[in-house]
């Protein structure tokens, strides 16, 4: 058994929808995971896959234990042969600060349907899941057994990725979904081998911190669940280092700055008596955010709206990135074939939230063009957002997903980073729309600037040739 063991008490809160399912469909194709009382939770085992993508290999596998592979499993078999070992790292499931109230407003639908050339449904290519609305409030808790307290750096970074907003969890993370940010982080230490409790705390010698080790008899006393337990101290020196593979070279990062240009149709349907027929999809408001009306949320794109905008319109420019060429693959993944082959997207689309304009509510009809009279059935009512603000934050993987054998080359950076550039222009000029209605002007977009990898790039009064060149060298890697 090792002698010491680390804890840590994470508070965090959700800042986009979270989709985690429990391969139930009862009330949509995937419904969200729930405990016994019908309160939704995120499983430790989820979290254990997230805080184990945050290491390199070699490391993951020393803390967290190997994978549990086939190989490793036939040859554990094996008289005098144990590959398998038990993690380091303990993780807890993560459960609602306040589950009080009426669960259900806390799970809303999401629905999905893929669309082809001429943005008309693919039969067959719809579905819809259960996701919990951003603003909720979670606590989870991390334990780390160790004998070195120099090895709690490894639950210190999981500690440091929350606090840093770097965990994701649950399904379509790379398309907005998941996203978290942390509120308060606290830590326990105690060392099982100080026997006397009348020893009380002690520093271990050589560590810079301050953490106060407390003793087997603190231990025995010890709640975990319990936030008033004086045996948690504030962690507001957590240390760093550079062992997340998110830091590792290959990464490259794009927020666009937006005003809309019209109104927005990325719908959800109702049939609700007296509510409009089309309204714009919403998500529950977060912290600062504000509306006409408590009762209206804050409307929102998707990014699997963005990221099917994006890559269709990549594929416009240049035929290489259409869907099923091997560079569109490499950059946007690939689903599963037959034989089993698939490829995770390395470009992630965030879900932008967008504030500071109007609701509209107004009548439509369709014209018979030879009589001018309306068609019958042809009357709807609809419900838009205009002239709002947003920002749309893309992250780019050039590292292959991970796969040595498959890394994005220098070449292939720069032709996607010509093609993105082109494509972020043709956003700011109205050629790429998002959404639905873009044929009568709806989902268009003006970029007020652009900041990739931390450099600003501003389009108001600049011709596009340069702001194209300069797009071009950021995202390939390039720019001073």
């Avoid at 994978?67 to 380091?88: F, P, Y």
């Avoid at 978290?180 to 099982?192: H, N, V």
């Amino acid at each position: 058994m090792k002698r010491i063991k680390k804890y840590y008490r994470i508070q965090f809160q959700l800042t986009s929808p979270l989709a985690v399912g429990s391969g139930e469909n009862h009330l949509t194709d995937r419904d969200i995971v729930r405990d016994s009382r019908g309160i939704p939770y995120i499983p430790g085992t989820a979290l254990a896959g997230v805080y184990r993508s945050l290491f390199p290999k070699e490391i993951a596998e020393q803390y967290f234990g190997p994978e549990l592979t086939e190989e490793r499993i036939t040859q554990s078999s094996k008289a005098g042969k144990n590959l398998l070992t038990d993690s380091d790292v303990v993780t807890y499931d993560a459960c609602l600060e306040d589950p009080e109230g009426c669960v259900e407003k806390l799970v809303t639908k999401r629905d999905m349907v893929a669309l082809d050339a001429y943005k008309t449904a693919i039969p067959g290519a719809k579905s819809d899941f259960q996701v919990l609305e951003p603003g909720l409030t979670f606590v989870t808790y991390i334990e780390q057994n160790m004998d070195d307290l120099k090895q709690s750096r490894i639950v210190d970074q999981i500690a440091r990725a929350w606090m840093d907003g770097r965990i994701m969890i649950g399904a379509k993370t790379g398309r907005g979904y998941g996203r978290t940010r942390g509120i308060r982080a606290e830590a326990a230490i105690f060392d099982l081998s100080k026997r006397d409790p009348k020893d009380g705390a002690s520093t271990v010698s050589g560590e810079k911190q301050a953490d106060q080790v407390k003793t087997l008899g603190s231990w025995l006393a010890f709640d975990m669940y319990c936030p008033e337990d004086v045996n948690w101290s504030p962690a507001e020196d957590i240390k760093t280092g550079m062992l997340c593979s998110g830091e590792q070279a290959g990464m490259c990062s794009i927020s666009l700055e937006l005003r809309q240009q019209g109104g927005i149709a990325i719908r959800r349907y109702t049939t609700e008596v007296g509510a409009a027929d089309y309204i714009q999809l919403t998500t529950q408001r977060i912290a600062g955010e504000e509306g006409e009306d408590e009762k209206e949320g804050t409307p929102v794109i998707p990014g699997t709206s963005w990221a099917g905008a994006f890559r269709a319109q990549m594929g416009r420019l240049d035929p290489d990135f259409c869907k099923g060429q091997p560079i569109a693959e490499k950059f946007f993944g690939k689903e599963k074939n037959q034989d089993g082959d698939s490829r995770k997207s390395g470009i992630s689309f965030s879900e932008s939230r967008i504030t500071g304009g109007k609701w509209v509510l107004y009548t439509r009809n369709a014209i018979d063009r030879f009589t001018g009279a309306a068609v019958t059935g042809a009357l709807y009512t609809e419900k838009t957002y205009y002239n709002g603000e947003t920002t749309l934050e893309i992250a780019c993987d050039f590292r292959g997903n991970g796969e040595a054998a498959s890394g994005i080359r220098s070449d292939e950076r720069e032709k996607f980073a010509q093609v993105m550039a082109a494509a972020i222009l043709d956003l700011n000029s109205g050629y790429l729309a998002v959404g639905g209605l873009t044929a009568v002007g709806r989902g268009l977009f003006a970029v007020k600037k652009a900041v990739v990898d931390g450099k600003e790039i501003v389009f108001a009064g600049r011709p596009d040739g340069d702001i194209y060149q300069d797009l071009v060298k950021a995202i390939a890697g390039k720019g001073e």
